[in-house]
């Protein structure tokens, strides 16, 4: 088991480049199941998800070449589609079952294990399934699998989402690709990995209108060939790096990145006395003074973002007086907020939210990251408290980013990864 040593390590300085998203770039290796020909991605960043979803499309009966170094993947189509994807792999990583849509349509037949709950909830797929039903497949649960066919084929249909579920909308979005007819998908997700989902599946030949907006509009067609495609930066790692220029009062410029991705943790960073300077795709942070509480809020995009909050959280544990976070995405995302107090943060939860009385400092401690942007939360927290802070079970951290610490370690950060057998 991997861990990694972080010490005090004052302001952080310099640049720092964005590699691609992994929500974004999972999603387009699952939707490259529908094509007839080869798709070319672009900006693959080098995560554990990455692999297992490579993993996962080869038990499929995909051919892939991944080229670490340049970050490419080849993904070409299979001679014999398989249609079932087992347990072992659905549990490593629950985007796995983003492969059920594109199979659908593919193969009128889908038989993919239900992903159980994580560290952050429950996390059901039921939006899913009332998407597939509402296309015409016959969706049925058991020994632990879902099996969804359309012995004739998937057919358009209006589906109004109960909420803006990111998987739910990229799936059905697949699943509709090929569908007979418009299939309208209203109260839509809006996140920019719904876009690039949706210019991809356009750029092999779908019909995909209105992505990142709340109604999206697909007309089915007969079938789709390959691509080549550069996926967007990600911009969760981006507004983790500007949290860690606020935190350790250092002055950063993030390279690579989409400003208007991130606006929600701009307004709030300024909104604590921080200085944010951006154009299209650069964005520096520095400090001036002492930053201040501010209140938020976790929202589906373009609101605050729940993958920036244990950062944020953070944050907010230094900077001075009383400020307020309120889950509203996951139910169970606040699992650090024992794991930051152990390093003397003043953070109590009271039901959906959590109250954080700003603190003068950390102390390091042994702490354990319960969740990838946990693990990131910890990680910037050990940047400025005293002494050594241990960060166990880092794997978490490794599905997400996929080089925190050469990051940080470039910007003037003291982390150390140690291997443990
Ligand atoms: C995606 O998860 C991301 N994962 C998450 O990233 C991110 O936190 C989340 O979107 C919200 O932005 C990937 O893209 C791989 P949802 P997803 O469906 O698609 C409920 C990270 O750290 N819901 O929008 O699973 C669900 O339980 C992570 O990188 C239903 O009730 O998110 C949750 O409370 C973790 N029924 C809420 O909706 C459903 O059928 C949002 O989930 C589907 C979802």
Request: a negative charge; one cysteine or more.
């Amino acid at each position: 088991m991997a861990k990694l040593l972080v010490e005090k390590s004052g302001p952080l300085v310099g640049k720092v480049k964005i590699k691609g998203a992994k929500n974004s770039v999972l999603k387009l290796m699952a939707a490259s199941i529908l094509a007839e020909e080869t798709c070319y991605i672009e900006s693959v960043p080098g995560l554990i998800d990455v692999e297992v979803m490579i993993t996962l499309l080869e038990s499929l009966g995909l051919t892939i070449d991944y080229n670490r170094e340049e970050e490419t993947l080849e993904i070409h189509p299979a001679e014999l589609l398989k249609c079932e994807a087992p347990y072992e792999l659905i549990q490593k990583m629950r985007a796995s079952f983003l492969v059920m849509g594109p199979l659908l349509a593919k193969k009128g037949i889908a038989k993919v294990s239900m992903p159980g709950g994580c560290a952050i909830g429950a996390r059901p797929i039921d939006l899913h399934l009332k998407g597939f039903q509402a296309l015409g497949a016959e969706v049925t649960l058991g020994h632990g699998y879902i099996e969804a066919k359309a012995d004739s084929g998937l057919v358009g249909a209006e589906i109004y989402l109960d909420f803006p579920s990111v998987g739910a909308t990229e799936n059905i979005m697949m699943a509709a690709t090929m569908a007979k007819g418009l299939t309208l998908i209203q109260n839509a997700a809006k996140e920019p990995e719904i876009i690039d989902l949706a210019n991809f599946l356009n750029e092999m030949g779908a019909n995909v209108k209105g992505a990142g907006t709340d109604t999206i509009r697909i007309t089915g067609v007969e079938k789709l060939g390959g691509t080549r495609h550069q996926t967007i930066p990600d911009r969760i790692i981006a507004a983790t790096y500007m949290v860690a220029a606020a935190m350790t009062r250092g002055d950063i410029t993030i390279e690579n990145v989409v400003s208007s991705h991130v606006k929600p943790v701009t307004a709030k960073l300024r909104e604590m006395g921080a200085i944010v300077e951006d154009s299209d795709d650069v964005i520096r942070v520095y400090t001036t003074g002492p930053l201040k509480a501010v209140d938020l809020t976790t929202l589906p995009y373009p609101g605050f973002p729940t993958d920036v909050q244990a950062q944020f959280m953070a944050l907010l544990s230094v900077s001075e007086g009383t400020s307020v976070i309120t889950e509203t995405v996951f139910e169970n995302r606040f699992r650090h907020v024992a794991e930051i107090n152990r390093m003397g943060a003043n953070v109590k939860i009271e039901g959906h939210s959590a109250v954080i009385q700003g603190v003068k400092e950390l102390q390091g401690a042994q702490v354990k990251a319960t969740d990838l942007r946990a693990g990131a939360a910890l990680v910037l927290s050990g940047l400025i408290a005293e002494g050594v802070t241990e960060v166990d079970e880092i794997y978490h951290i490794d599905r997400g980013y996929p080089q925190i610490e050469k990051d940080l370690v470039g910007l003037g950060a003291k982390i150390r990864r140690i291997e443990e057998k």
